[in-house]
T-cell receptor
Framework: GAGVSQSPRYKVAKRGQDVALRCDPISGHVSLFWYQQALGQGPEFLTYFQNEAQLDKSGLPSDRFFAERPEGSVSTLKIQRTQQEDSAVYLC????????????FGPGTRLTVL | DQQVKQNSPSLSVQEGRISILNCDYTNSMFDYFLWYKKYPAEGPTFLISISSIKDKNEDGRFTVFLNKSAKHLSLHIVPSQPGDSAVYFCAVDLQGAQKLVFGQGTRLTINP
């Protein structure tokens, strides 16, 4: 497809489980972003990649959150030992080159931690 | 503390009339402002933007106004159409910092 895709679209995890969320950016897009959107709130920045380099991870809420983009394309956001407060929609976005280039968002993964 | 605030969680407007969505920000260093539109179960899509060197940007039915002294921006949609019903987020970027800061969103409903 032409857009950003994310999988799974929905994930239910028991508290304490590890989860992995996948993002396929638009082909050729250099920059990739992860955001967390809690219910009733706007998206909040988590981390940013330029190619395979993670240039900013200032928004990751704890060391249980880890993101990677080893080949500069697909990215995975991993959450270890999930907690109820991790329940949110996780959005991935990509842009052609960063800077002020438009960020194109995927549909998100809705994570529910029981 | 919220750096970007959308104080109206919801707004209802008659079809054909003007919709005005508002956004306030706290940091005078923000220099690029955007509006995104979001339908249920979809990611946000870019609508319109404005740089801090301008006070108005227009694109078809959509106009964004920026008042730097008041740290306020607004989105005007005229005429409003049923397909405009969605959640609208304002977002700001700080000197190309590569991370957008979003407001909480305003749910716009256009009534036929």
């Amino acid at each position: 497809g032409a857009g950003v895709s994310q999988s799974p679209r929905y994930k239910v995890a028991k508290r304490g489980q590890d989860v992995a969320l996948r993002c396929d950016p638009i082909s050729g897009h250099v920059s990739l972003f992860w955001y967390q959107q809690a219910l009733g709130q706007g998206p909040e920045f988590l981390t940013y990649f330029q190619n395979e380099a993670q240039l900013d991870k200032s928004g990751l809420p704890s060391d249980r959150f880890f993101a990677e983009r080893p080949e500069g394309s697909v990215s995975t956001l991993k959450i270890q030992r999930t907690q109820q407060e991790d329940s949110a929609v996780y959005l991935c976005a990509s842009s052609l080159a960063g800077g002020l280039d438009e960020q194109f968002f995927g549909p998100g993964t809705r994570l529910t931690v029981l | 503390d919220q750096q970007v605030k959308q104080n109206s969680p919801s707004l209802s407007v008659q079809e054909g009339r003007i919709s005005i969505l508002n956004c306030d920000y706290t940091n005078s260093m923000f220099d690029y402002f955007l509006w995104y539109k979001k339908y249920p179960a979809e990611g946000p899509t870019f609508l319109i933007s404005i740089s801090s060197i301008k006070d108005k940007n227009e694109d078809g039915r959509f106009t964004v106004f920026l008042n730097k002294s008041a740290k306020h921006l607004s989105l005007h949609i005229v005429p409003s159409q049923p397909g405009d019903s969605a959640v609208y987020f304002c977002a700001v970027d700080l000197q190309g910092a590569q991370k957008l800061v979003f407001g909480q969103g305003t749910r716009l409903t256009i009534n036929p």
